[in-house]
């Protein structure tokens, strides 16, 4: 059997270490001329591979593939274009299959989410169908932590760390000055279903009575009384009181904190933000002063401290894609499985895509504490793994050096064009 | 002369650095018994002085105050209290040459900005009045880099990395998205005055068209019309726009763009927040998809990822006020002289207090181009050595292992308290 061409396409909000996954897949299919000819990539995600702009990454030297590993953000871009059923709209899933043909795809690697394992899922199935067998193996990509099955997404770690480290020094800054100052900080993390990177903000603390004090989970109905109580009685013990509140915070009633009335200037209701409703809630009622953040995409892009736990497991599912292609594997996604909590092991395991696509795993309640604002013990042993270690990037002139790739296209064979 | 006993105390907002600087202070005193006697710390800064709320600093082991060097925020706490002037309220001055000559104060060390430099010279000048001759030093100190004749702040180049690597994370992030997501990333940075952390975002750019595109500071008046054409001509040409915006960005008439009449849900309008008026703005004109981030606290407690250069210069500060007072000067402050930008070499200079009070340093127009929305090479010049060099912490369990001091108490023995 000859050797086919690859396709390796990144998928919605990208992270620190979706790139190391791409160096995973890369060098480990370069290692296998025998099976893998050469490694495409979609410009953009998926919209690169629909209207044929592909990125040929055999013309990117090894040094720049192996860069790849320390920096942050999409090398070849992603999308947030998510491809309708099978049934519904068999023309996207036809025109993939063209391009795969045109280019001689054998494999297809979808790094991504939930939607995108549905998404590898249907292009194999619809391969089948048409003719082309190709090889599909997703990859889990996610800093939302939500993907079933997998003990960890990659991409969350890194997150998990950057919040927590930042969680513990901006309450030593808080606690330093509370007397005279600042009494109550607030800072928003992202989270939009699940609270797992909220929860993550819990590993700041080190001894009783530290930051955060409380977390704000989107699993558990927020209650204005309940928790304007506690901001009071933590001020009142601590001197100050920390807040990390997950942006997907909702009342019982389902409606989001951020969108609990905050108008701008020209009386729109305020897109995102939910750590200034919070802060305005406080003042209402205690008159505390308050500072909030909201780290935004800045969490999700600190490559600078990502965890080297994350890095190593991004870097190994995308060789263990290979790999699984490599053995003749089809419609699965490796993952992660845990062995050990501590010392902690892990393994690389597989499931089928059809299990994967279109299932969210939040904080489990066994994971926050009975009274809701802190995470559990069984919780720490879960996340303390996931932000060990250090991966610093290298440093020229006090800055990350970053890659950027030459992104070099593949020329087009598909006579017919394509409108996303 | 036998020994006498030295006062420390921090100001103001705290730093990454600041308790690098009372490193250099306790390590330096120590090392001279013959001169200074114990090194005391105000709880709280100024507050513990006034209401002889003394730390003993003599109890803390080597290794911690080791650790301070490492360790960000204020580690005896620090206050926002500003002493009045001499005339208008003399009982506070009298008050700390109390508690000075209570607990034989002959050094008081007052690590602060502006404000506290005219607090430490006002002493100097009372306690010679008052027959109780005391060496006052300034010790120099501010985020805000708007100290006047040092060419920089111990805590800024902190800072200024802290901003420069997360615009350049945020925007390789913002750029692999935007074709299908978010166009337009908005970082808003402290700054109230002086525009010199905005002007760090500056340094995230490597290439031409790289970001930010556009840097708002307090020293150029903001006009929304250019502003708006700006960010419209840059995510044409680059797909993207980052935006860098100072909280203290103004108007022509002084007004700041925070409060240009965002309400909150309880009608009040909202204090702070800058970045959401932006974006609320780019929304109504030209509809982009837009993501904001509100840095707050994490930038001036980012310990992790602070400057070589500036903890190195904030220990060499606190090192040279000791040696200052130990060569019998009084009422000045140690600065950074620059002797080159490349390679960068500085030297420690004085000058006296008096030229320090209340004088704030802007961004100088050459520092800013012709549009007022980017740094000149100028400013580069200036600005890269600062956040040279990295300096990380010791992690434990995936985070940074900051130290927490015993701070234990002074005994009491002035017979009168003193209300704050």
């Known amino acids: 059997?000859?050797?086919?061409?690859?396709?390796?396409?990144?998928?919605?909000?990208?992270?620190?270490?979706?790139?190391?996954?791409?160096?995973?897949?890369?060098?480990?299919?370069?290692?296998?001329?025998?099976?893998?000819?050469?490694?495409?990539?979609?410009?953009?995600?998926?919209?690169?591979?629909?209207?044929?702009?592909?990125?040929?990454?055999?013309?990117?030297?090894?040094e720049a593939i192996a860069s790849l590993r320390h920096t942050p953000s999409g090398a070849f871009g992603s999308c947030r274009h998510k491809l309708k059923g099978l049934e519904e709209a068999p023309a996207e899933y036809e025109r993939l299959i063209d391009v795969f043909r045109a280019?001689?795809?054998?494999?297809?690697?979808?790094?991504?989410?939930?939607?995108?394992?549905?998404?590898?899922?249907?292009?194999?199935?619809?391969?089948?169908?048409?003719?082309?067998?190709?090889?599909?193996?997703?990859?889990?990509k996610t800093v939302d932590n939500d993907l079933p099955v997998t003990d960890n997404c990659p991409g969350f770690g890194s997150v998990a760390k950057y919040v927590a480290v930042s969680v513990r020094e901006a309450a030593f800054d808080v606690r330093s000055?509370?007397?005279?100052?600042?009494?109550?900080?607030?800072?928003?993390?992202?989270?939009?279903?699940?609270?797992?990177?909220?929860?993550?903000?819990?590993?700041?603390?080190?001894?009783?009575?530290?930051?955060?004090?409380?977390?704000?989970?989107?699993?558990?109905?927020?209650?204005?009384?309940r928790f304007l109580d506690r901001v009071r009685e933590c001020v009142d013990a601590q001197g100050y009181c920390v807040v990390v509140v997950s942006e997907g915070a909702r009342y019982s009633d389902g409606r989001f904190l951020s969108d609990s009335g905050t108008r701008d200037a020209f009386g729109h209701a305020q897109l995102g933000g939910v750590a200034p409703v919070v802060?305005?809630?406080?003042?209402?009622?205690?008159?505390?002063?308050?500072?909030?953040?909201?780290?935004?995409?800045?969490?999700?892009?600190?490559?600078?401290?990502?965890?080297?736990?994350?890095?190593?497991?991004?870097?190994?599912?995308?060789?263990?894609?290979?790999?699984?292609?490599?053995?003749?594997?089809?419609?699965v996604m490796p993952v992660i499985v845990r062995v050990s909590d501590e010392p902690y092991a892990w393994e690389v395991g597989e499931v089928p895509l059809a299990e994967v696509a279109n299932v969210e795993k939040k904080v489990p309640r066994a994971y926050i504490t009975e009274d809701g604002f802190g995470i559990t013990e069984a919780c720490r042993r879960y996340l303390r793994p996931l932000i060990a270690?250090?991966?610093?990037?290298p440093f020229e002139g006090g800055l990350p050096a970053y890659v950027r790739l030459k992104n070099a296209p593949v020329p087009?064979?598909?006579?017919?064009?394509f409108d996303i």
Chains 1, 2 share one sequence.
């Open 1 to 62: 059997m000859s050797a086919r061409n690859v396709l390796y396409a990144q998928s919605g909000g990208v992270t620190a270490v979706i790139n190391a996954t791409a160096a995973g897949v890369i060098e480990t299919a370069r290692r296998h001329p025998e099976v893998f000819g050469k490694v495409y990539a979609g410009r953009d995600g998926i919209i690169g591979a629909l209207t044929e702009d592909l990125i040929d990454t055999s013309q990117e030297p090894e």
């Open 177 to 225: 000055m509370a007397r005279s100052s600042t009494k109550v900080f607030i800072l928003e993390v992202m989270g939009r279903h699940a609270g797992w990177i909220a929860a993550a903000g819990g590993l700041a603390a080190e001894f009783e009575g530290d930051a955060p004090h409380i977390i704000i989970f989107p699993e558990v109905a927020f209650d204005d009384e």
């Open 279 to 331: 802060a305005a809630m406080i003042r209402a009622r205690h008159g505390y002063k308050f500072h909030w953040a909201v780290a935004d995409y800045l969490q999700r892009a600190a490559r600078h401290i990502a965890s080297g736990t994350d890095v190593e497991q991004a870097y190994a599912m995308g060789r263990a894609a290979v790999e699984l292609a490599r053995a003749g594997k089809n419609a």
């Open 103 to 140: 280019h001689d795809i054998g494999y297809f690697f979808y790094n991504g989410g939930g939607d995108s394992q549905d998404t590898s899922h249907k292009v194999s199935q619809i391969g089948e169908r048409m003719g082309f067998p190709i090889t599909c193996i997703g990859i889990p």
């Open 412 to 417: 087009k064979k598909v006579a017919a064009g």
């Open 389 to 393: 270690g250090e991966d610093f990037p």
